[in-house]
């Protein structure tokens, strides 16, 4: 029987050196079908030295992405 899947939106916008996230057609967004729990990956992952929460996250996902 297959695992049961769900469903992730995953967005990439650019942030201008302002601090303000571009405007116009600058977002890349996809839809990913997952057969682990993303959010519960990214709340298990274990603190890492030299990475920042931000990267981390982007590791899980990235990781799993290429899965």
Do not use: F, W
């Not at 405007?23 to 682990?36: D, N």
């Amino acid at each position: 029987m297959a695992s049961p899947s769900t469903r992730y939106r995953i967005s990439v916008t650019p942030i201008e050196k302002d601090g303000h996230q571009c405007t116009g057609r600058c977002t890349i967004e996809l839809e990913h079908r997952a057969s682990r729990d993303l959010m519960r990956l990214l709340e298990s992952a274990p603190r890492t030295a030299g990475l920042s929460g931000d990267e981390r996250a982007t590791l899980v996902v990235a990781t799993q992405l290429l899965r």
